[in-house]
């Protein structure tokens, strides 16, 4: 009898659960904003004037909105007719960079596979983005450490060419079962094998000057990841590395292409300027932008993007790439705050935002992964921004799209 009622009790309660589960469920898909398909290229706001800075950083709010890539080349073609020259710097992973250069796509379709490490750039708009820059001859460089498969595929093509296909450069992937030091020593090792080559080549003038910067430069992204891997994936270790690789980025445009710009495309938490935290989370990030802004001062100038409206796509499940598509509601209107009748993109200075009244915003910052339930709790996907500090000026949809 006992026995009867606790199978009883446990049906009754797993039922209730699963009851519970489809309710909330149901309450979701009735509460979430309406999804807005409708893509609408858009130009820059009329008020735009290219700021006086080597890099102009735009971020993006999510990874998964289409609007932001045409801006981009609008952009690019504004600083290359105003200013002669401009290099693209991505989030994107360094070694991969050097694929897409060479390829123009995202997709490779000889082997029918991404060449990317980021599938949120596989899309009709990056494709337009790189078209672009294609037929302008701009160049390409990504900045991220987080993988350096492409990097060293990339060298190991190198020394093939060079005749030096005996090296072990495989050495280098990370093998995360060694010790720290072990597997420090061990990448310092192979990586030395190859500058000692490469000191030979460039002596011999086999290859030149920017050739060898170039791959010295992919060594010291391998070192990078490394550090990055092994200490623990720190996400501030992380943005100092893209801002050094940034640093780079300049310093190798100017001497070996006579540019000094560049346009930066990243990711709303990557390039403000100041330091931040999420309320749900107890650690403090420093972007990329704080490092970038202490380098340079007023040569850096950073963009944020916000929306009213935003249908993004998004990964929801961690065991799959593929991607979902949600909808969020900004609180509180811009557009309502500083007076404007609903335009479909607007610019507003950080001294505009301050001059309405605004001192601090809500910043949307949604990464590769979402849920629905983040969407009741805004706290989870948007940081407090101290508009003075953090950017320069906003771009300000009306509504943001999802990418294709």
């Known amino acids: 009898m006992i026995k009867t009622r606790k199978k009883s009790f446990l049906f009754l309660f797993f039922v209730t659960v699963i009851l519970i589960i489809i309710l909330f469920n149901i309450v979701l898909h009735f509460n979430l904003p309406s ?33 932001p890539y045409d801006i981009t080349i609008e952009m690019l073609q504004r600083i290359k007719e105003s200013r002669g020259h401009v290099s693209f710097v991505l989030e994107e992973e360094t070694g991969d960079s050097v694929i897409i250069n060479r390829n123009h796509s995202y997709y490779d379709n000889e082997r029918e596979m991404l060449i990317g490490t980021y599938g949120v750039y596989n899309n009709r708009e990056m494709d337009r983005l790189l078209s672009w820059i294609k037929s302008e001859n701009v160049n390409l460089y990504g900045i991220d450490v987080k993988s350096i498969y492409q990097i060293v595929e990339v060298i190991k093509g190198f020394l093939n060419e060079k005749g030096y296909s005996d090296i072990n450069i495989d050495k280098l992937h990370l093998n995360t079962y060694l010790e720290y030091e072990i597997q420090i020593n061990r ?44 200490g623990g994936k720190q996400n501030n270790v992380r943005d100092s590395m893209m801002a050094e690789n940034v640093l780079w980025v300049m310093e190798h445009e100017l001497k ?17 300027k100041d330091n931040y935290n999420f309320e749900n989370i107890d650690e403090q990030f420093i972007p990329m932008g704080y490092y970038l802004s202490a380098a340079l001062g007023d040569d850096y100038y950073s963009i944020v993007t916000e929306a009213k409206n935003n249908s993004f796509l998004a990964i929801n499940n961690l065991r799959t790439d593929k991607r979902k598509l949600f909808s969020i509601e900004c609180i509180g209107s811009l557009i309502d705050a500083i007076g404007v009748e609903s335009p479909r993109i607007k610019l507003c200075t950080s001294e505009n935002l301050i001059q309405a009244g605004i001192s601090t915003w809500g910043l949307t910052v949604i990464g590769s992964y979402f849920d629905k339930i983040r969407t009741f709790k805004p706290t989870h996907f948007t940081i407090n921004t101290n508009v003075e500090t953090c950017f320069d000026a906003m771009l300000y949809f009306d509504q943001l799209t999802p990418n294709n």
């Open 35 to 67: 999804p807005n398909y409708e893509y609408r290229q858009l130009a820059l706001p009329d008020n735009f004037s290219l700021p006086d800075a080597r890099v102009i950083a735009m971020g993006t709010a999510t990874h998964g909105n289409a609007e």
């Open 256 to 272: 070996y292409y006579n540019n000094e710009y560049i346009l930066l495309l990243a990711h709303n938490g990557h390039i403000i």
């Open 187 to 230: 990448n310092h090792e192979v990586i030395e094998q190859i500058k000692k080559i490469m000191n030979e080549l460039l002596k011999s003038k086999s290859i030149d000057e920017r050739e060898f910067d170039y791959i010295s430069h992919l060594l010291h992204c391998i070192q990078m990841n490394c550090e990055y891997i092994l």
